[in-house]
T-cell receptor, first 114, second 116 residues
């Protein structure tokens, strides 16, 4: 079945450092891929998405490119801020699981210190 | 605020009691979803509705759980005879179905349940 694997956290960075959070997926067909962010005590917010191979999703300085050949959707940001501290979830919909629900990874906690 | 809203945000209940959560989706959205999230884990799909029809239920949704969306607008999730293992955050989400792709799902802030 469909699945998403994320790098384990926590990821601890200094402000203005470069961020990469790895995400790989297993799915048949052509899933859509998403990154969601969850701030402490809150629900999930959509950060960015990509719906086909080689698409790049971007938002608030974050980027991720849909790589079908490596089944990856790694999240990157060139210069993180303290306010980026949160848990980041990679997710997919589509393939065998259908487009009716999202399958999430376990999440990666990011802590940015001044 | 026209996002997904959930009520209550926090609920503490004794084991064996029933609890009910309400979700109001984004008004033009025809799909509504329930997810469960435990500490340190990603959300897990429970069920979803298209309008008032419940089209899919996860095997995680035991007989003690029931969800309804009677008029295709708001939804309720009831848990009967709660157990400590039910302690989690229950997330509601909604989307407008566009068929194959681009079906972006928007989440509410969640309802925290603690069973003591």
């Amino acid at each position: 079945g469909n699945s998403v694997t994320q790098m384990e956290g926590p990821v601890t960075l200094s402000e203005e450092a470069f961020l990469t959070i790895n995400c790989t997926y297993t799915a048949t067909g052509y899933p859509s891929l998403f990154w969601y962010v969850q701030y402490p005590g809150e629900g999930l917010q959509l950060l960015l998405k990509a719906t086909k191979a080689d698409d790049k999703g971007s938002n608030k300085g974050f980027e991720a490119t849909y790589r079908k050949e490596t089944t990856s959707f790694h999240l990157e940001k060139g210069s993180v801020q303290v306010s980026d501290s949160a848990v980041y979830f990679c997710a997919l919909s589509g393939g065998e699981g259908g487009y009716n629900k999202l399958i999430f990874g376990a999440g990666t906690r990011l802590a940015v210190h001044p | 605020d026209t996002g997904v809203s959930q009520d209550p945000r926090h609920k503490i209940t004794k084991r064996g009691q029933n609890v009910t959560f309400r979700c109001d989706p984004i008004s033009e959205h025809n799909r509504l979803y329930w997810y469960r999230q435990t500490l340190g884990q990603g959300p897990e799909f429970l069920t979803y509705f298209q309008n008032e029809a419940q089209l899919e239920k996860s095997r995680l949704l035991s007989d003690r759980f029931s969800a309804e969306r009677p008029k295709g607008s708001f939804s309720t999730l009831e848990i009967q005879r709660t157990e400590q293992g039910d302690s989690a955050m229950y997330l509601c989400a909604s989307s407008f179905s566009q068929g194959r792709s681009g079906n972006t799902i928007y989440f509410g802030e969640g309802s925290w349940l603690t069973v003591v």
